[in-house]
């Protein structure tokens, strides 16, 4: 049995964090493969290491003098050095870190630093070997990733390595220059790690104890999901509900490897469960909650648009020539709406609005904004009758006004758009009917 465990950035802040770290390693010797964020914020005021990087090599780039502010940078790795007692110099890194700034080595390169070093301090303190992504995670020229060509070499790279540490967030193109992925990315690279040596579990440790039913800003102490599919999380988080970077998803589930989220701060607790399918039922009927404010929709209506071919497509067509993406498209016989993100759309409105009259002639065009979706997820739904009866039942008794309906032919969810200021009495009624009351 093998494991990958990933360690975000706050559970990487100071030496003190990393003791927890280390100690949760080598609590199960089935942690093999560790991948580590840069050092993330000691308290709420904090500034993130890589947000320190991206903002000094924005000095070098403009020529102006950073050396106060790479000495901070260096100031925190060398207090995580000093509570660790290790016997560990970076001032050779920063040395070559600095004159590659000066040659303007890029804002990716900038950025990456923080989880090298990290990898570098996290490798030493464990006795672990250290492996540079850059020799292994590969990007194409056009700036994708390259999942099959990484997928094997990091499948080689490991075989003869029993015990490593591996720096998260980056890799490089095929001519060393480095490249990151997006913010967030080191679960990507852990993702892709346990994908490469077919681990039995990928454990992303985090400060929460992963994933809650519903947001806490919005509802108090929610209750966590012990169990998730990768289809349910796809559908909550982009929804908004973040704990794992999205694209972290993809990697294991070729291999049908599970993640485990969990909490630094609190080893003990089982945390989430994030499975490819599972006989286990949700504790309540729905998964989880999430949505988001913000939204416009179109409503075009034209008489007979059902029997007109390629009706549908000429509407959208507007909205791609825009280059605006769409959320979702309710339709009825005579019209369609079509859902956006409001502040994509709002500075394009007039160029979509001529464009659909010209492309496809409709009777009539209303914009509607300041509309919020929610998400209701869950697997259980598909058995349980009633499920979209309580929620607008729910939502009626607390006088929200329900604006659009969608529910996915895979039942997995059911989208209800309302007004954005219904949003967080929407979520709190539907919260409570499924967790709170059960009614
Ligand atoms: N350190 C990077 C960030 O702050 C990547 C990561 O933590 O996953 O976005």
Redesign the pocket.
Known sequence: MSKVVKF??SSLADAKQFQKVADIIRADEERKYVVV??P?KRNSKDT????MLYQTYELAEEGKDFSKELAAIEARYNEIIKGLKLKLSLKEEFEKIKSNFEAKAGSDYA?SR??YLNGIVMSNYLGFEFIDPAEIILFDDDGSFDAEITNRKVAKKLRSVEKAVIS??YGAFEDGKIK??????????GSIVARAIHADVYENWTDVSGFLVADPRIIDRPQPIETITYTELRELAYMGASVL?EDAIFPVRKEGIPINIRNTNKPEDPGTWIVESTAKKSTFTITGIAGRKGFCCVNVSKDMMNAEVGFVRRVLQAFEDQNISIEHVPSGIDTMTVFVAQDEFIDKEQAVVSEIHRLAKPDLLEIESDLALIAVVGRGMKRTRGTAARIFSALAHVSVNVRMIDQGSSELNIIIGVENRDFEKAIKAIYDIFVVTQL
């Open positions: 975000g950035g964020s840069a993330g993130k290491v890589t947000d950025a923080g989880e998260g967030f990151t992925f997006s913010r967030g990315g080191s679960d990507i690279t970077h």
